[in-house]
């Protein structure tokens, strides 16, 4: 069975500084997904990014990035010039893509405090 | 285009009594999943529908709980003679067609049962 685990249950950043969020996951699977959520205070499950594991390229979507190191089972999340609104729990996710089903399997979180 | 829909957003129910959660997936969404997150915990993945189907329900408790996701109408998670510990927030996510492709899950706001 995959597994997701984050390292870090809990970092702080000072506001407009940059900050990495460990995830590392298990799976014998080749093809998957890798995702990125963010949860804030509202507890709306926002996505932040997604990866493809057949892509070397490391996806970004503005501020946000990943470094995905597939030998290392690594999928590490970078925050860039912090802002006070990305403070949020941050969950990684894993997707396979075989056997008709395309559940998401959840890390247990990071609490991002972002400091002005 | 409103996205995914879940109501109530917070359920109170007595121990014994049924609880019924909705979810209305994003236009031209046909999948559908529910997962459960318990305090201080990431999300857990119950079960994943399409119309009139149940693709896969590994993670159902096996007795207590079912979900359905008619022909007409909201997917609908329902819990018989709920218990202390069913209380947790419990999230809706649709996809439009996974089909092995890695679809990006979009999430409700969640319902909030509690059990008292």
């Known amino acids: 069975a995959q597994t997701v685990t984050q390292s870090q249950p809990e970092m702080s950043v000072q506001e407009a500084e940059t900050v990495t969020l460990s995830c590392t996951y298990d799976t014998s699977e080749n093809n998957y997904y890798l995702f990125w959520y963010k949860q804030p205070p509202s507890r709306q499950m926002i996505l932040v990014i997604r990866q493809e594991a057949y892509k070397q390229q490391n996806a970004t979507e503005n501020r946000f990035s990943v470094n995905f190191q597939k030998a290392a089972k690594s999928f590490s999340l970078k925050i860039s010039d912090s802002q006070l609104g990305d403070t949020a729990m941050y969950f990684c996710a894993f997707m396979r893509t075989q056997g008709g089903s395309e559940k998401l399997v959840f890390g247990k979180g990071t609490k991002l405090t972002v400091n002005p | 285009n409103a996205g995914v829909m879940q109501n109530p957003r917070h359920l109170v129910r007595r121990r014994g009594q049924e609880a019924r959660l909705r979810c209305s997936p994003m236009?031209?969404?046909?999948?559908v999943y529910w997962y459960r997150q318990l305090p201080e915990e990431g999300l857990k993945f119950m079960v994943y529908l399409q119309k009139e189907n149940i693709i896969d329900e590994s993670g159902m408790p096996k007795e207590r709980f079912s979900a359905e996701f008619p022909k007409e109408g909201p997917s609908i998670l329902r819990i018989q003679q709920v218990v202390r510990g069913d209380s947790a927030a419990y999230f809706c996510?649709?996809?439009?067609?996974?089909?092995?492709?890695?679809?990006?899950?979009?999430f409700g706001p969640g319902t909030r049962l509690t059990v008292l």
């Open positions: 236009k031209g969404h046909s999948h």
């Open positions: 996510a649709s996809s439009p067609n996974p089909a092995g492709g890695g679809d990006t899950q979009y």
